[in-house]
């Protein structure tokens, strides 16, 4: 079924996109990439055109302004990305009656209790999770799958560091890093999580639906376990309390995410979490 497929990736040059155009094209399946620029404006019309012209059978949503502070002091910015430009590829896929399938990446960051945490419930704290919510009700007027997710593993972008990146590097060049010991979450690997997209893109499914790991921990447990499996000395992780961190937005706690709906409806076991950070700890050798 691999070779009927079609996707068009938004926000391809980011963190998730750039592994996923890799294993796409290891796959050979076919897409196409999509990439802001500033200085081009991108009306209705393009996009309507766009999607005239190619067969896309699936869209992968990646577009985002993920940075929680930088969304929270820029807010119109954050709204133009977040959530206008995932309503022109709708428009567009509506104006085109097209059956095209959508997958919206959303995010972990409106949870704020693990036994709550599970789709129907939310606390909205910033505007950056706002803007999501905003997003998943765009994306919910079509046929799409929308994932509340949090990953994270090496990066492919130069310009770009991920969560573990920050962590390795830092630690390894002997600068000190402060996480926080009561910020609790549970992301999966981009490895991982690029199959269970596939395995997505081939079900007739639609919906909201949490993707993580279980037995999610602390930002600073994080840290220390990939200090410990990667032999790296921990003199220079700080311990600290959240309110201890200059954040501008303020966040949720717990973001720990329920995962038996998906698992449920997909029949997929989600992994859990020291077992991805010691399957992408073999990266940074």
Not at 24 to 34: A, C, E, P, S, W
Not at 59 to 69: E, K, M, P, Q, S
Not at 105 to 127: A, C, H, L, P
Request: positive net charge; charged residues 30%; contains cysteine.
């Amino acid at each position: 079924r691999n070779k009927d497929l079609c996707i068009f990736i938004t926000g391809s040059s980011g963190l998730f996109g750039k592994s996923l155009q890799k294993y796409l094209t290891k796959k050979q399946i076919k897409f196409k990439t999509f990439n802001r620029n500033k200085k081009k404006e991108y009306n209705q019309k393009f996009f309507n055109n766009l999607f005239k012209k190619n067969q896309f059978t699936h869209v992968i949503n990646l577009a985002a302004c993920t940075n929680v502070d930088f969304c929270e002091k820029n807010k119109k910015i954050c709204y133009e990305i977040n959530v206008k430009f995932l309503e022109k590829i709708c428009n567009a896929i509506k104006f085109n009656n097209s059956k095209i399938k959508l997958i919206h990446f959303s995010t972990d960051q409106m949870y704020f209790k693990y036994n709550k945490n599970n789709e129907k419930n939310r606390k909205i704290k910033n505007y950056y999770t706002l803007s999501k919510i905003k997003s998943e009700k765009i994306a919910s007027s079509l046929e799409s799958v929308i994932l509340r997710t949090n990953f994270f593993g090496k990066s492919y972008v130069k310009s770009r560091s991920s969560f573990s990146d920050w962590i390795f590097n830092s630690l390894k060049n002997k600068k000190k890093i402060y996480l926080a010991d009561d910020i609790l979450f549970s992301p999966i690997s981009i490895d991982k999580l690029i199959k269970i997209v596939l395995k997505i893109i081939n079900k007739n499914k639609k919906g909201i639906y949490n993707i993580g790991s279980h037995n999610g921990f602390s930002k600073y447990h994080f840290a220390y376990l990939l200090a410990k499996m990667t032999n790296l000395k921990l003199d220079y992780l700080i311990r600290v309390k959240k309110k201890n961190i200059n954040f501008k937005a303020k966040r949720n706690n717990d973001m720990r995410m329920k995962l038996n709906k998906f698992e449920k409806e997909f029949n997929i076991k989600l992994p859990i979490l020291k077992k991805e950070l010691k399957y992408i700890t073999k990266l940074y050798y």
